[in-house]
């Protein structure tokens, strides 16, 4: 039997099986990102631990890469924190039609004093739209400062369970000033690119 693990429960399973070949992140998702679309140079992968940054050369090879996964800022479970503390259903935010004029800004990007500031903009009667459209503008702005240390060339993929939501690739583009594709297989880059790559090795 081989498998080729990636993810947060990569060590897990290598403890545990012998016959097995550790693939990183990073590796995995060049691989899915190159496959599902050839043409991509750049891949931005906000997930629901980490956020990743990924440099690709015209043969799909990691150039090179950064990844925030110290805190949740900027992540899947910050913004999933941020909707619970205004009221909002994760499956509530493609239906609303925001409009990419910030009024407001987060000052924090720290879970804990963000959550506290939604709560003191809340009180003070602001619209929950307006502080949503905040939260918005506060990831991309971390996103961005990641993608500038890698340098941006198109064509840029936006992975991660995060690039579903049709708003925070709105306020991406805006601040690119790029298009940011999101194909159907968005999501599953990273498994894709981890089966590809076990297939290769069985393949051998």
Known sequence: MFYSPTGYGRNLINNNFSNCIILSEIK??????????????????IGGQDTKVISLDEKGKVVKFEMN?????????FLEIMCKALG?????????????????????????????????????????????????????????????RITVTEDLIFAGGCSSNKNLKKFLEKQLKIRVITPEESPFLGAIGAGIFGFSQVKR
């Open 28 to 45: 995995a998702f060049a691989i899915g990102a190159h496959f599902i679309h050839p043409k991509v140079r750049t891949i931005l992968d």
């Open 88 to 148: 909002f259903e994760i499956e509530e935010l493609n239906q609303l039609d925001l409009d990419d004029e910030v009024k407001i800004k987060i000052s924090s990007l720290c879970t804990v004093f963000a959550e506290s500031e939604v709560i003191s903009l809340i009180a003070q009667g602001v619209p929950r739209e307006e502080i949503l459209k905040s939260i918005y503008f506060a990831i991309v702005y971390k996103v961005v400062s990641m993608l500038k």
């Open 69 to 77: 996964d110290r805190c949740s800022a900027g992540t899947g479970r």
